[in-house]
């Protein structure tokens, strides 16, 4: 009885293992970057230096998010 259950578990973990779906990702495309907008001093001369280093801070940020998008879209391609 026991050696039927051991065959039992031994054909069903064989079946289930066999049956596994193979992934294929595609690569993705790079899109095109976004033009920002320009800033001039002249836009800025009014902006308190806490609100010039939140502004810089954001700019920051949003080119690090940029940078690892690029990453994960180029880690899609064949090398």
Known sequence: ??????LLSVAIILVTSACTPVY????????????????????????????????AER???HKKYEARLEAVIKSTWNK
């Open 24 to 55: 294929v990702s595609a690569p993705l495309p790079m899109p095109q970057k976004v033009d920002m907008p320009g800033i001039t001093n002249a836009d800025i001369e009014c902006v308190t230096n806490n609100v010039y280093r939140r502004l």
């Open 1 to 6: 009885m026991m050696t039927m259950k051991i």
């Open 59 to 61: 700019d920051y940020a």
